[in-house]
């Protein structure tokens, strides 16, 4: 119990004590003053009686000697007769209240108060004496209240320490009752507010009465089962939310009034909206339209909706929202598609363009065989001729096959790792080309020292060969082509030329399959446009990187990173 409410009871118990004693107090020095009353009436009675055989004045002189006492002889009208006190007093004493009251009729009066004459505090009792019915005589005693008082006062001093002693074991009794009424809600209070506070704790009370015992233990038992279902549903949610961070499906979650209860990360990131906050209106953090459209068309009457929606970042979403009843909550899942939908069409592209390709040499095969099973095969110089084609073609169709075969690599084929000696390599694939830098009359510059570079021989080498055949390939007759390498924790290796150059639109799309800057040219060239695709997907199976410097008319530097493996 708090302290105030003890204060309480105990200003509530000291008023009772005070009023009680006034009023106990009141009650005894009435009593007190009655019994004198009653004393002083009988001695009047006495004296009345014996005024019928003796004077009334010389049996009250004899009567009061040896004491405080005064008896007064009054007339019927309340004038003085004889006094005790001073024998020679006159006057009236009509108007003294104990006088008027049996001048009134009364068969006694009675007063308490301060004598004027004697200057004391007198108890006087008043009685008539009556013949034949009529006042003829009024008798009147008196005694000073000091006589009885004082001792009384005693007794009441005495009577106050019992009553005083009785009422503080009465509060102490009165206290500690309602103290132990109170105990389980004081014990138990704080405990429950902790609880509250810290649900995953287990509080226990320690037991000081066997009274409440049982109670305490079933505190004790909810506290410690409390804490312990907490636990398991803390872990529960902390092993939810990782899950739901970690999926690769997006999940979002609704409540009745429109607030996002739940994004997990890859919604966040499909998105591309991140809150700081959940609980708030869900327009704040999915603002794509389509999907708010989607989300407001679910009601308990359309529970499901599953469609496919482009973003307004071209992100392709999977996405099913469903609304449950029972919580009247939304919840929405969503697949990213964009990677398969971008590789649906890349490989419908790829098939496209290799058959395109395909078509071209295969078209110019069969049209030459047939004119020269036509007949021309029979002169000599046209059958050489169309050989010729006829193999320059076949080479295309090959050369064309075996980048396809190049590309369908991936990067799960484990291949071999070898330590190749980069300035030998670089001239062996040169030596390939030889016949057309004699043709073209190219210069080909080498800068930089040689080194051992361990790696993938197998993707090493067609990168170097693509990159080398293109500068050959795009520069001018008279040209030079430098080749410089070092080693920088691998290689980096530059291929610069001076040939027609490539514009700066064209430079990020030169690596996609069969593009080529200008078809017609290349396609002459004996150009695939797979070459820069292959430099491009080989180059990330190695874990390097590729980047290209180019003007038009001014030419273009390839430069390569190829980390040691
Ligand atoms: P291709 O077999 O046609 O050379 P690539 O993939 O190697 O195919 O190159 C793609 C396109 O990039 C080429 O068609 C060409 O237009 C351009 N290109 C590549 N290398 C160079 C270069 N060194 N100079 C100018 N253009 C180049």
Redesign the pocket.
């Known amino acids: 119990m708090k302290k105030r409410a003890y204060l309480g009871w105990l200003t509530l118990l000291v008023c009772l004590f005070i009023g009680s004693w006034q009023f106990i107090q009141n009650f005894y020095d009435q009593q007190v003053l009655s019994q004198h009353e009653t004393f002083l009436q009988q001695k009047a009675e006495l004296l009345i009686r014996l005024s019928q055989d003796y004077s009334l004045d010389t049996i009250a002189e004899q009567y009061i000697v040896n004491s405080d006492e005064r008896v007064t002889h009054l007339n019927e009208k309340g004038d003085i007769l004889f006094d005790t006190y001073n024998p020679s007093l006159t006057g009236t004493r009509s108007q003294r209240p104990e006088v008027k009251a049996v001048l009134q009729g009364s068969s006694k009066g009675r007063s308490v108060r301060m004598s004027p004459t004697l200057h004391k505090e007198l108890l006087y009792v008043a009685l008539p004496i009556k013949k034949e019915g009529k006042i003829t005589e009024i008798i009147r005693i008196a005694e000073p209240t000091e006589n009885f008082l004082p001792n009384a006062a005693k007794m009441k001093h005495a009577i106050f320490f019992v009553y005083s002693f009785f009422w503080i074991v009465l509060s102490v009794i009165l206290l500690q009752v309602l103290r132990r009424r109170n105990h389980p809600i004081e014990t138990i209070l704080p405990v429950l507010q902790k609880m509250i506070a810290q649900p995953d704790h287990k509080e226990t009370i320690i037991q000081s009465s066997s009274q409440w015992e049982e109670l305490y233990q079933s505190v004790n038992t909810l506290s410690e089962q409390m804490s312990l279902t907490y636990q398991a549903y803390s872990a529960s949610e902390k092993q939810l939310h990782t899950l739901l961070n970690e999926l690769m499906i997006g999940v979002f979650i609704i409540s009745e009034e429109g607030h996002l209860l739940l994004m997990n990360a890859t919604m966040q990131e499909q998105l591309n909206s991140f809150p700081q906050k959940m609980q708030y209106p869900f327009t704040e953090s999915i603002t794509d339209t389509q999907l708010i459209q989607m989300i407001y068309q679910v009601t308990p009457t359309q529970p499901f909706i599953h469609e496919e929606l482009t973003t307004t970042n071209e992100r392709v979403l999977d996405i099913t929202l469903r609304y449950f009843t029972e919580s009247k909550q939304i919840l929405g899942v969503s697949y990213d598609l964009t990677r398969i939908r971008q590789l649906e069409k890349l490989q419908k592209d790829f098939v496209g363009n290799v058959s395109h390709e395909l078509k071209t040499p295969v078209t110019s095969l069969i049209g030459f065989t047939e004119t020269l099973l036509d007949g021309a095969k029979d002169d000599p110089e046209t059958l050489t001729t169309f050989l010729e084609i006829m193999q320059k073609d076949a080479y295309r169709l090959q050369g064309l096959i075996q980048e396809i075969i190049q590309l369908s690599k991936n990067a799960a084929i484990d291949y071999s790792i070898q330590t190749i000696d980069v300035a030998t390599s670089l001239s062996q694939i040169i030596a390939n080309y030889q016949q057309t830098i004699q043709e073209k009359q190219l210069t080909i510059e080498w800068h930089g020292e040689t080194f051992a570079l361990t790696t993938k021989p197998e993707l090493f080498f067609p990168i170097c060969k693509?990159l080398i055949e293109?500068?050959i390939?795009?520069s001018l007759s008279g040209q030079t082509v430098i080749l410089s390498f070092e080693e920088k924790n691998g290689l980096v290796l530059s291929v610069q030329?001076f040939?027609?150059?490539?514009a700066k639109e064209e430079q990020t799309r030169?690596f996609e399959r069969f593009?080529?800057?200008?078809k017609a040219r290349?396609r002459n060239s004996g150009?695939?446009?797979?070459?820069?695709?292959i430099v491009k997907d080989y180059i990330d199976m190695l874990g390097g990187s590729i980047h290209v410097e180019?003007h038009l008319g001014v030419g273009?530097t390839?430069t390569v990173f190829i980390p040691m493996n």
């Open positions: 693509n293109n500068a390939n795009y030329d040939g027609m150059g490539i030169i593009y080529r800057v200008d290349t150009g695939t446009g797979l070459g820069l695709a180019s273009s390839f």
